[in-house]
């Protein structure tokens, strides 16, 4: 066997054939190399010569035919007109010396003149191939008229071209040889002085190389202009000296590798042997000779035949031979019989060794001491058979399955609960149990296929059938069986039926789905611990507890304003029947730990057989708040009274004293000063009177009739009470249309809503700001309506106040015309305000538009429909239609809101023009960055995606300078960009904005020069 002896015959041996390719030819190594690479230098500057010679010698074929070329337009431009005046006077003798002359050019071969009817001159042999040849009229002007008098042929021969090329090929080629011919030979002594002699040293190296002595480094002895450089040959010898320090650890790694194994084998715990491909052992380790009690002389050969108890010795040889036929591992238990008589039990294994080949040489195995698992089987046995008489006496059905769920074994209750017999039950699945196959296959994938899950041994219920197809609850308890190796073997289940608690249970969930129907809190806690024993959903929900955790506490628990003995004297008239309910208002804490008020109606009552109270719980919240809104409402209606009053009585002073002021300035002549002084005072208190008026106004509450007002003149009136009202860090600013429509409505209403919205845009400014004022007539035309509804078409009255405060968000949008909301600090404001508004719009038949972004302001328009009263009818006459300006230049519009954009486009559309549609800035710049022809760029101011109408115009200008501007925006016409971008405003266009207004805008914007 390999292990016991020693390396060499094994590691070192050769392969077949290692010898003759070690003996090579020396010869041929040292010019194998060297004439390929001659051969590839050859070859390549072969190549590259050819290719050199042929691109040299294409050139030098154009000059020539090009000095050819040249020489024939010579003939032309300079011979022609000669030889055509010397035919014309018929001088043969000059036209030849002429022609002589132009046969001295090179490569001219063949020249003629003649005419119509006969040749005058001809010189030279004419041919037809490799030749240029051209034919050139002789013309002869003679008193103002030309005429062709004969015909000039000039043929120019390629074959001095040809013979040129010829000897450049020749000269050129014989060099480069030569040349190429010393490349070669230089390139062969430096590859031989630089390389083949120190390979051939490498491979004289190598093949001296003794595995026994690695001692010698392999140093080709090269000094020179490298040392210092390691080069490629550097690095082979590097990589061979290293080499023969790795093989000289491995070898002495596998010696220590071999020294271990022998250790191992004479202390291990298991017997060590190997045979010949007989079957005679050739080695065996002392563990093994223990086990047979032999010694090692004995055990060699046969001694494992001898030691083999004679009762197993057939059956052993038997499947020995079975194996080595088959050439599969053996395996077998037997038992080994000592001589001085014990008998052991072994495992034993074996394995074939086979060489290099793949023919078996031997085998190896072990043998392995089983006696104490034998006993530990009969033991097992012993236990089974206790186990199988205790399985059958547990009072609770079990079944025991194997890994695919097949019934193995089950206890005698199985057969009680489930109504079937032993030999209908083994050998089926438990799907036969199931009353729902998709129990079955839910149970199978959560407790049959995982293997670790925390599921294992946790209880859990399961809906089975009787025989009969009856269906009943079980409560299931099931773990995985493992052997030994902590393999899955099976699964052990034990069932309990639990039919009657689950009916309990749906009692109790019918009464739970009742009480989860409730709006209210409910909950049912016991009479002597006070612990809940149910709440509905709606109780959990608001305190945000589980049904288990609040199952844990008491009302107590919930009630910080109560303490055990307070609470249970609450209950005592209840429990004592003085009361059937008891009512109390109090504080609920939920988890989080936020309180809020309930209030609590409790009564005696009983919960299955446990005398219980039932507590309904009403959270009041909302009831509060209302409560708490209303009083602040009477308490600003109340100083509005007494405003009201202390006004009423101030007034019948200032009437007393404005009454003797009068009579005062009776008394004093006109240019005394004491009358100067009267009259200052009755100024001063026909100021006061004034006041007074506006206070008592502002102090009415109930509604009157509508009356048709000038809101312009109102505003004008409420200069002063606006002033007051706001921090003198506001400046106001009023723009008030000259020819403003009248308006039908409540005088003192608008008035309160005018201050309302003033006081609301002071508070949204605490650093201060500008509020501006503003109004116009507006018709709102179905387009508008349509994204408004509740509107008429119509002429309508705007009031706009703007301001540039902190602005509001899209949730406070939805909410800001609801009564009592409001986003002002506790004690700062009622909610009414805006509330109160809406209700006068309404009222008046109008609407109310806000329009706000958070860091920019806010924007309210007032609507009010135009007055049909006499005063208006003379406006109306005086009114007439205009006709709407048109075009046809091309329009970029650009508005994130749909509808907007829609209407804009339909407006556009409708008067002329073409239209291209964007709904962001970048959509924008990408349609300019194109070919269309844009006139005009049409944008909202504020827009999603980072950049505003005022950047994106900056841009589009930017690309285009040409380019006209118009921006709309729902702010007051008034604000100026922030940014330096004002020049962009000068025409901004107000939302809502009319079609008449859209068209005169469009058309006045595309009028207008551009400036610089």
Same mark, same amino acid.
């Given at each position: ?353 086979? &060489?290099?080949? %793949?023919?078996?040489? *031997? ?5 392995? +001491? !089983?006696? /104490? $698992?034998? =006993? @530990? #089987? ?104 493992? &052997?030994?190796? %902590?393999?899955?073997? *099976? ?5 309990? +039926? !639990?039919? /009657? $608690?689950? =009916? @309990? #249970? ?121 409560? /708490?809104?209303? =009083? ?381």
């Amino acid at each position: 066997m390999a292990v016991m002896g020693g390396p060499s015959s094994k590691y070192w041996r050769r392969l077949p054939g290692n010898d003759a390719m070690l003996n090579f030819n020396r010869e041929t190594v040292k010019s194998g190399i060297a004439r390929r690479l001659i051969i590839y230098v050859v070859l390549f500057s072969s190549f590259i010569t050819l290719l050199t010679t042929a691109i040299q010698l294409y050139r030098d074929y154009n000059n020539d035919v090009n000095l050819i070329e040249d020489q024939l337009q010579q003939v032309q431009d300079v011979h022609l007109k000669t030889l055509t005046a010397t035919l014309w006077a018929s001088d043969t003798k000059e036209l030849r010396t002429h022609l002589k002359g132009i046969s001295s050019l090179r490569d001219m071969q063949f020249l003629e003149i003649r005419d119509q009817e006969k040749v005058w001159v001809s010189l030279g042999t004419r041919q037809t191939r490799n030749v240029m040849s051209h034919r050139y009229p002789m013309i002869y002007t003679h008193r103002g008229r030309d005429t062709k008098i004969g015909t000039l042929t000039v043929v120019a021969s390629l074959e001095g071209v040809y013979q040129r090329l010829v000897d450049r090929v020749w000269v050129i080629l014989v060099s480069n040889a030569i040349k190429i011919f010393l490349v070669a030979g230089f390139i062969l002594f430096i590859f031989h002085t630089l390389i083949t002699r120190h390979l051939i040293r490498i491979a004289d190296f190598t093949q001296a190389l003794d595995i026994r002595h690695l001692d010698r480094s392999l140093d080709l002895g090269r000094k020179g202009n490298h040392e210092g450089k390691a080069d490629e040959l550097d690095l082979m010898v590097n990589a061979i000296n290293q080499m023969q320090v790795n093989i000289k650890e491995s070898f002495a790694a596998l010696e220590q590798n071999e020294k271990h194994f022998q250790a191992l084998a004479k202390v291990a715990p298991v017997g060590i042997f190997s045979t010949d491909t007989q079957g005679n052992c050739i080695y065996t380790n002392e563990r093994w000779r223990e086990l047979a009690g032999m010694s090692e002389a004995e055990a060699i050969g046969e001694g494992w035949a001898r030691a083999l108890h004679p009762e197993d010795r057939e059956r052993v040889f038997a499947e020995w031979q079975q194996s080595v036929e088959n050439k599969i591992p053996f395996q077998c238990e037997c038992r080994f019989q000592r001589p001085d008589g014990k008998i052991t039990w072994l495992l034993t294994l074996a394995e074939a060794e086979l &060489d290099t080949g %793949g023919q078996v040489v *031997g085998y190896i195995g072990t043998i392995t +001491d !089983i006696t /104490e $698992r034998r =006993r @530990a #089987e009969q033991v097992l046995a012993r236990s089974k058979a206790e186990f199988e008489a205790m399985f059958n006496a547990i009072s609770d059905a079990v079944i025991f399955v194997d890994t695919e769920r097949r019934i193995v074994m089950c206890n005698p209750a199985v057969h009680e609960m489930f109504d079937y017999s032993d030999q209908e039950l083994i050998g089926r699945t438990t799907e036969i149990l199931y009353a729902d196959q998709k129990d079955f296959l839910e149970q199978g994938r959560r407790r049959y296929r995982v293997e670790h899950t925390s599921q294992q041994g946790a209880p859990y219920e399961v809906r089975y059938k009787h025989k009969d197809g009856t269906v009943f609850w079980t409560e299931t308890i099931g773990t995985q069986v493992k &052997d030994a190796n %902590g393999k899955t073997i *099976g699964f052990l289940a034990l069932f309990r +039926d !639990i039919s /009657e $608690r689950k =009916r @309990a #249970e749906e009692r109790e969930m019918s009464l739970g789905q009742i009480l989860d129907g409730s709006l209210n809190e409910i909950y049912i806690f016991n009479a002597d611990t006070l612990r809940f024993i149910q709440v509905n959903r709606g109780a959990m929900e608001n305190l945000g507890y589980s049904i288990e955790e609040l199952k844990k506490l008491t009302p107590i628990d919930l009630k910080p304003d109560f303490t055990h003995t307070s609470f249970v004297k609450l209950l005592t008239p209840l429990r004592n029947g003085d009361k059937e309910i008891v009512q109390f208002n109090a504080i609920h804490q939920r988890k989080d730990g936020s309180l809020y008020p309930v209030e609590v109606r409790v009564q005696l009552s009983t919960f299955e057989s446990v005398p219980t109270f039932v507590a309904i719980i009403l959270d009041i919240t909302e009831r509060k708040q209302t409560e /708490e809104a209303l =009083r602040r409402s009477q308490k600003m209606e109340a100083i509005g009274q007494l405003s009201g009053g202390i006004a009423h009585d101030f007034n019948n002073q200032l009437g007393v004293i404005i009454g003797y002021l009068d009579f005062l300035s009776d008394h004093f002549p006109e240019d005394e000063k004491p009358r100067q002084w009267v009259e200052t005072a009755t100024k001063a208190t026909l100021r006061c009177m004034d006041l007074t008026r506006q206070l008592l106004t502002f102090s009415r509450r109930q509604a009157k009739e509508k009356n048709v007002v000038a809101i312009n003149t109102t505003i004008k009136e409420l200069e002063t009470m606006i002033a007051r009202s706001i921090t003198p860090a506001v400046e106001v600013q009023t723009f008030l249309a000259d020819d403003l429509w009248p308006t039908e409505i409540d005088p003192g209403e608008f008035q309160d809503a005018i201050l309302n919205l003033v006081i609301n845009a002071r508070d949204a400014m605490p650093d201060g700001g500008t509020l501006l004022i503003e109004t116009t007539n507006k018709r709102l035309d179905a387009g508008y309506v349509a994204l408004n509804p509740g509107l008429e078409p119509g002429d309508y009255v705007q009031l706009m106040l703007s301001d540039t405060g902190t602005g509001m968000t899209e949730e406070v949008l939805e909410h800001v015309f609801e009564p009592f909301f409001s986003t002002k600090p506790e004690g700062k404001g009622t909610g009414l305000g805006m509330a109160m508004v809406y209700a006068f719009a309404s009222r008046s038949g109008g609407h109310v538009k806000v329009y706000s972004e958070l860091g920019v302001g806010t924007t309210i328009r007032l609507y009010l429909p135009r007055s049909t009263a006499s005063e208006a009818s003379t406006i109306i006459e005086n009114t007439h239609a205009v006709k709407l300006p048109i075009g046809k230049e091309s329009i970029l519009v650009v508005d994130d809101e749909t509808d907007l954009l829609e209407l804009a486009t339909q407006y556009l559309s409708g008067l002329g023009y073409r239209t291209h549609l964007a709904k962001t800035a970048a959509q924008a710049l990408a349609i300019l960055e194109g070919d269309e022809q844009i006139d005009l760029l049409f944008s909202d101011v504020v827009m999603p995606g980072g950049m505003n109408g005022y950047e994106l115009a900056q841009q589009a200008t930017m690309h285009r300078p040409g380019l006209k501007v118009l921006l709309t925006s729902g702010f007051t016409s008034k604000t100026m960009a922030n940014n330096g971008l004002a020049r962009f405003s000068a025409h901004l266009l107000n939302k809502p904005y009319r079609k008449d207004a859209l068209a005169q805008r469009i058309r006045l914007v595309l009028d207008e020069e551009i400036t610089t």
